[in-house]
């Protein structure tokens, strides 16, 4: 086995490295190496970001996803004037105005942001993200529109914009994106499913009941992932397949026992199914991870 000595790490090892750990405790250690190492490491920041909002802990999320929207935007910044390594030392050895508004940053910068995936289709995909996880959804939808300009083959934007659509209640909209989705990729069980929803809102049931059962189809083929099984077993719910769907949230469970969404999805099919007394202790399993997380919320950086 191949031995690496770590204190010739960059910060981009760091964060390859945390992101092979599922420990959110070994991630977060990774993840602050990385960016003490790097500030601008947008990535970093975001994942720490999306580790405390599962912790509860709304100080240290809102505190990563700034610096998370930082570095994407000066990463934007750095992409769209395409300075060479000679512009950027010229800019800031003279000082000179900034036309477009922006923080002149220190030469050191640019070897930063050049040893990180700075591509304008990833910035703008987690910049897209991060608003998404910010609720500033208006914001990302912006993202994934320029997105779609620059690859309008591209299915995964298409599939974000008509998430977001469905959370403003533009559903019209994100059918028409979630359609897209999947003609691009028709293995998409989340798009198939997402189309059902949006179908049942509008009150098309008989679309809605025909993209669920495709993406419990699609699901099947896929249940290695935990996504997929969730998706099958919401799917199974929404088809009114009840004992399959409890089976399959008992499944999730056994391997993720403080998932508090699905022991609230299992005590909804528990209802649906007439098994009112299991359905109160799904509840309340749920309420108590709930509680235990509050109780936890704080610490600092």
């Avoid at 994934?144 to 559903?171: E, T």
């Amino acid at each position: 086995m191949k031995k690496y000595d770590i204190n010739q790490f960059r910060a981009k090892d760091w964060y390859n490295l945390g992101y092979k750990f599922e420990s959110s405790t070994k991630q977060i250690q990774f993840f602050k190496k990385a960016v003490r190492l790097d500030p601008l490491h947008g990535p970093a920041w975001h994942f720490l970001g999306s580790i405390y909002s599962r912790k509860g802990d709304e100080k240290m999320e809102k505190f990563c996803n700034q610096k998370a929207l930082e570095a994407y935007k000066i990463g934007l910044q750095r992409y769209r004037r395409e300075l060479t390594k000679s512009e950027w030392e010229c800019q800031n050895e003279n000082k000179k105005d900034d036309p477009m508004k922006t923080m002149i940053l220190p030469k050191k910068t640019y070897d930063v942001l050049s040893e990180i995936d700075n591509e304008i289709d990833s910035i703008l995909e987690n910049l897209g993200r991060l608003y998404w996880n910010m609720n500033e959804f208006e914001k990302a939808v912006e993202c994934y529109d320029k997105l779609i300009d620059l690859y309008p083959n591209w299915g995964s934007p298409h599939k974000s914009r008509g998430q977001i659509y469905n959370r403003l209640g533009n559903h019209e909209k994100a059918i028409d994106d979630l359609r897209f989705a999947v003609e691009i990729d028709d293995t998409d069980y989340e798009s198939y499913y997402l189309l059902g929803k949006s179908y049942a809102i509008i009150g098309k049931n008989d679309r809605a009941l025909w993209y669920f059962a495709k993406a419990k189809n699609a699901a099947e083929k896929s249940l290695d992932c935990v996504a997929a099984k969730v998706v099958k077993a919401d799917s199974n719910y929404e088809l009114q397949e009840y004992d399959e769907s409890i089976s399959e949230y008992g499944e999730i469970l056994r391997n993720d026992p403080k998932n508090k969404f699905v022991w609230n999805k299992m005590g909804e099919a528990l209802v649906a199914n007439g098994e009112h007394k299991r359905a109160i202790k799904c509840f309340q399993k749920a309420c108590k991870i709930e509680e235990r997380k509050n109780s936890s919320k704080g610490g600092e950086y």
